[in-house]
């Protein structure tokens, strides 16, 4: 039984009989699980598209990319 485990069991003893002590070991577990969380990008670098200044009317179309019928130069 790991340690998470030892401490959810507390909580859940607690939580009817001692609930205000229950919710600081939840919060001590909440904590511990997010502390050892692998980091998770929050982007998606294949959706940038790079344009020049001189590109004017660039739209983006979730589901089909760049609309280049749309984009003029100067």
Request: hydrophobic share 45%.
């Given at each position: 039984?790991?340690?998470?485990?030892r401490?959810?069991?507390?909580?859940?003893?607690?939580?009817?009989?001692?609930?205000?002590?229950?919710?600081?070991?939840?919060?001590?577990?909440?904590?511990?699980?997010?502390?050892?969380?692998?980091?998770?990008?929050?982007?998606?670098?294949?959706?940038?598209?790079?344009?020049?200044e001189?590109?004017?009317?660039?739209?983006?179309?979730?589901?089909?990319?760049?609309?280049?019928?749309?984009?003029?130069?100067?």
């Amino acid at each position: 039984m790991t340690r998470f485990d030892r401490r959810m069991e507390k909580a859940r003893r607690l939580q009817l009989i001692r609930p205000a002590i229950a919710n600081r070991l939840w919060q001590e577990v909440d904590r511990m699980i997010v502390d050892q969380a692998v980091w998770v990008p929050l982007i998606n670098p294949y959706g940038i598209d790079f344009v020049s200044e001189r590109v004017g009317n660039y739209q983006r179309n979730p589901q089909f990319g760049v609309l280049l019928s749309q984009l003029w130069v100067r």
